[in-house]
């Protein structure tokens, strides 16, 4: 069973705004840190953002300040990543995360995840 449950993605145009989701499948995750990060056709994984286990720590990678924000609901055991300004070079497959760690921004920092959600932005 998949532990997070990305929903979302879309295609939408340059400009646009788009709320990805990431559900928690079978267990809560409440104290963990949620992330979200994101993969383009030919490229490495790359860290987006990422939310401690009450929202009071998050932390984005520097390219992505300023147009998406984390945020999550414990109650909902839901992530989500608002993205605004879209641009095409956003087109990637977004994966939600967690870990029981907080401030990694490595792949390898990250037990468990979800399947992804496909995030296409024409122009």
């Known amino acids: 069973q998949v532990p997070l449950v990305e929903s979302g993605g879309e295609l939408v145009q340059a400009g646009d705004s788009l709320r990805l989701s990431c559900a928690a499948s079978?267990?809560?995750?409440?104290?963990?840190?949620k992330a979200w990060f994101r993969q383009a056709p030919g490229k490495e994984r790359e860290f987006v953002a990422a939310i401690n286990w009450n929202g009071a720590g998050i932390y984005y990678a520097d390219s992505m300040k300023g147009r998406f924000t984390i945020s999550r609901d414990n109650a909902k055991n839901t992530v989500y990543l608002q993205m605004d300004s879209l641009k095409p070079e956003d087109t990637a497959v977004y994966y939600c995360?967690?870990?029981?760690?907080?401030?990694?921004?490595?792949?390898?920092?990250?037990?468990?995840w979800g399947q992804g959600t496909q995030l296409t932005v024409s122009s």
């Open positions: 079978g267990r809560t995750f409440s104290d963990y840190t």
């Open positions: 995360a967690a870990s029981r760690a907080y401030g990694s921004t490595r792949v390898t920092g990250y037990p468990y």
